[in-house]
């Protein structure tokens, strides 16, 4: 979750978007911020354009719903620099890298998921309320989205984003790999969970039946990735800092190296690597909504 270099309201992204020339294996499920910021240009870009499409003038409370490292929170404090600013995350390391990043203590950063966080808590109505690629991984989101929309103050917004790409190669081959697995019975509820996006349509009539002012849409994204020569294949590099993480949770230390080396050699089949590097092209679910003025 890093804004794009140069851009408005945003910070520079703290990582480039180079693929590691080594090959580190996670240990467990915990959020890795360094492996998650590995791209974080092109993880920033999708929160970039939507955020231009939030018209707040002078917001005074603004949250961020799944905050992650920090990067993009204090963006919104640039974009906005006379608002409260709430970051919120379920992650102690991810938490733990923003306050590390807020040397001037600007943000207040909450550690709560989004099932268990009480926007109440907050002391005041919600000016912009804002979840990036966050919801995927609530699975009872489209219950809570009303709630979320009811504590926005008058002509307050809520704006979100979701992967919608579950579908592509660089995660049905992660799930057909681990159905292959000993352990495959394991391994599905991690990746069950991470599937929990709804359709545009779906999000649209939900958030017009709260609020008439409304805008949903999609995008996908051709995301050009560097590709190190006898490097890691960068998806897999790309998945491992998100999608992946519930697998290398769930193995052990020999289990993690031959599912990784088994789907890694499928994506460089999905993926080739090219002269330019490799391909990965990304859809993206975001929507908008505003309440009565």
Request: a negative charge; hydrophobic letters at 40%.
């Amino acid at each position: 979750m890093t804004p794009l270099p140069g851009q408005s309201g945003s910070v520079p992204a703290a990582v480039s978007d180079a693929v590691p020339d080594t090959r580190r294996r996670s240990t467990d499920a915990a959020w890795d911020p360094r492996q998650y910021a590995v791209f974080s240009g092109h993880r920033g870009r999708p929160f970039a354009d939507l955020l231009a499409r939030v018209d707040a003038d002078a917001p005074g409370l603004v949250v961020d719903l799944g905050c992650g490292p920090g990067e993009l929170t204090l963006g919104l404090a640039e974009r906005w620099p006379d608002a409260r600013i709430i970051g919120v995350d379920s992650s102690p390391e991810m938490l733990d890298r923003a306050r590390e990043l807020d040397v001037s203590g600007r943000v207040e950063w909450v550690e709560a998921s989004a099932e268990d966080w009480d926007p109440t808590e907050c002391g005041a109505s919600i000016d912009v309320l804002v979840t990036n690629a966050t919801l995927q991984w609530v699975p009872g989101h489209l219950r809570l989205i009303p709630a979320w929309v009811a504590s926005l103050a008058p002509g307050g917004i809520f704006a979100m984003q979701v992967p919608s790409n579950f579908d592509a190669p660089s995660h049905r081959l992660m799930r057909e790999v681990a159905g292959r697995q000993p352990r495959a019975a394991d391994l599905r509820p991690g990746l069950d969970r991470a599937r929990a996006v709804a359709r545009p349509e779906t999000y649209a009539a939900l958030l017009l039946d709260l609020t008439p002012e409304v805008d949903v849409w999609q995008t996908t994204y051709q995301h050009v990735l560097a590709a190190v020569p006898d490097g890691p294949h960068p998806v897999l590099e790309w998945v491992r800092g998100t999608g992946l993480r519930p697998v290398l949770g769930v193995l052990e230390a020999d289990e993690r190296e031959r599912f990784v080396r088994d789907y890694e050699r499928e994506l460089d089949t999905a993926y080739p690597r090219r002269s330019f590097g490799v391909l990965f092209p990304f859809t993206r679910t975001f929507a908008v909504a505003r309440t009565p003025r």
